[in-house]
């Protein structure tokens, strides 16, 4: 499990990257699909692994206040502590757990929906990439070198 965690993490911080040369107007712009704009998208996808994970570790969920991050600052540090927080509990991950249920679901279905979450969202970032003339950030895990 760990490293698609850290797989997901490194796409993360390597869009957080891509949105550095995106106008305040591109980064806020209404768009299709996703959450409808970078900045939407990029908290809901911190928002939603941080809520399943902490509820996995037996701590309340917490959602954030999407008007609370507006800046790339705020949702690259939003993004930083959250994983901050799971990571300790991801990188100490048992096959063990894998069955382990929380509200009716399996611990690894939950650790499994939180990355796949986030690899729907992150297509959706490549959408509005190419729309603006970009080229997105690979999520091409084989020429990463990961395995």
């Known amino acids: 499990m760990q490293k698609w965690f850290e797989y997901n993490w490194l796409v993360r911080e390597e869009w957080l990257d891509w949105c550095e040369e995106l106008s305040e107007e591109e980064w806020q712009k209404q768009r299709v699909g996703g959450h409808q704009s970078f900045v939407k998208t990029l908290i809901h996808i911190v928002d939603v692994e941080h809520a399943w994970i902490r509820g996995l570790m037996g701590d309340p969920e917490q959602h954030y206040d999407y008007e609370a991050y507006r800046s790339l600052a705020d949702v690259r540090r939003l993004s ?3 994983a901050a927080e799971i990571r300790p509990f991801v990188q100490s991950w048992t096959d063990e757990w894998e069955e382990k249920s929380m509200h ?3 611990y690894g279905d939950v650790m499994r929906h939180a990355i796949a979450h986030e690899i729907h969202h992150i ?22 070198g990961s395995r």
């Not at 959706?124 to 990463?144: C, D, F, H, M, Y």
């Open 80 to 82: 930083a502590e959250a």
């Open 104 to 106: 009716g679901f399996a």
């Open 123 to 144: 297509g959706q970032l490549s959408v509005w990439a190419r729309e603006l003339g970009r080229k997105p950030i690979t999520a091409n895990l084989i020429l990463r």
